[in-house]
């Protein structure tokens, strides 16, 4: 059984495919928004929550890609220093016990549903390539 699929992982999610434009980050396939083709890929697990909202985290993958390496590639992508603090964020029990408390809903996922809203106002500007957004935590 997989870990069930929060408000707030779906609006998360949603951010992370509309950073790169509905594009793999790893073979570069371009997608309609809203594709299911296209995933939320993780470098630590969805299970860590202490990183499961954390974009440094996650990348856009194809199904393709993702079921090949998983998480690996992307962090490999990442550097030492971006590798360290991920592991840090996901041993920090504070920081998975305050976003676990939530279970992904409220809070969080009104942030990141702000922050699609946000994504989506500067494509409509005419904003293209990646384009960032702020973690929750």
């Known amino acids: 059984m997989g870990i069930k699929i929060t408000p707030a992982d779906s609006a998360f999610a949603k951010c992370v495919k509309e ?18 083709g296209l995933h939320c890929s993780h470098g630590h697990s969805r299970g860590k929550w202490g990183t499961r909202f954390t974009g440094l985290n996650a990348q856009a993958a194809c199904y393709g890609c993702h079921m090949q ?3 690996n590639w992307m962090q ?6 971006q590798r360290q603090l991920l592991q840090e964020m996901a041993e920090d029990t504070f920081r998975g016990k305050e976003a676990r408390r939530t279970k992904g809903k409220g809070d969080i996922a009104k942030h990141y549903r ?10 409509e500007c005419g904003a293209t390539g990646r384009l960032e957004f702020e973690d929750y935590f």
């Open 19 to 36: 950073r790169v434009e509905w594009k793999c980050e790893r073979c570069g396939t371009q997608y309609e928004e809203g594709h299911r």
């Open 69 to 71: 390496e998983g998480g």
């Open 76 to 81: 490999r992508s990442l550097t030492e220093d």
């Open 114 to 123: 702000e922050q699609l809203d946000a994504l989506r106002a500067l494509r």
